[in-house]
C-alpha cells in the first residue's frame, strides 16, 4: 500500500529534522518538492538568506530553502519539474541529476532530460545552459550587477539576468518556452512544482 501524499517529518544528519511535502503519486512517488506555486498568494521576490532559510507555507506555496535542497541533493537525486499555463496543456520533464553545492548554492543538472511530456522539443538545455550558475536574489551574487527586481531568485547565467526560464518570476508573468529548436513561444504559468527523489 502506496502512502499518501502530504508532510511528513524527514531527517537530514544529526538529530535535525526537517518538514517537507512529499509527491507519493507522481511517476511511483518518492519525490520531496522544493518548490510549489499555483496562484500567486506568496511572494518570490525574496532576498537571498530568505531563500537559503526557504518560505511560504508547507501546505501551500513554499519554497523549502536553498541550504535544505543542498543538504538532499549531497546523495545523487533526480530532478524534475511540472508546469501548467492559462492555456491549460501542462509540462513535465525528469533529469537524472540535480546537485546545488558550494556558498552560493551552484547548480548542476544533466544537459538532457530522461523523460518529458506535453512539449515537443525538450527544454532541458534551458536549465543545462546554466549550469555551474549560482543562485542570485535581488542583487546579490558574484559578478551579477544588474537588478533583477521583479524576476525571483533564481540560477542566472549572464550578468543581464535576462534569462527567461525563470520558474520563481513574479507570478503571471510570461516566461518563454521552445517549441522546437528555432521557434519560441509566450507563455503565462499557472502552476509549478520542483522536486527531487533520491536515485
Known sequence: MFADSGVYTIAIGGNKTLH???????????????QNRFDGSVNFER?????????????GEFWLGLKFIQTLTEKPSEFRYDLDFDDHNPLYERF?????????????????????????YPLGEQFSICNGA?????????EITCDIGGRGGWWYC???CDYNFNLNIVYGTEIFIKQDSSLEISRIIKSSRMMIRRI
Request: with cysteine; hydrophobic share 30%.
Open 20 to 34: 517537507v511535502y512529499c509527491d507519493m503519486t507522481t511517476n511511483g512517488g518518492g519525490w520531496t518538492v522544493f
Open 47 to 59: 532576498n537571498f538568506t530568505t531563500y537559503e532559510n526557504g518560505f511560504g507555507d508547507i501546505n
Open 96 to 120: 537524472g541529476r540535480f546537485q546545488l553545492t558550494g556558498a552560493q548554492y551552484t547548480l548542476s543538472i544533466d544537459n538532457e532530460a530522461l523523460d518529458y511530456s506535453g512539449i515537443s
Open 134 to 142: 549560482p543562485f542570485v536574489a535581488f542583487v546579490y551574487g558574484p
Open 158 to 160: 549572464n550578468q543581464r
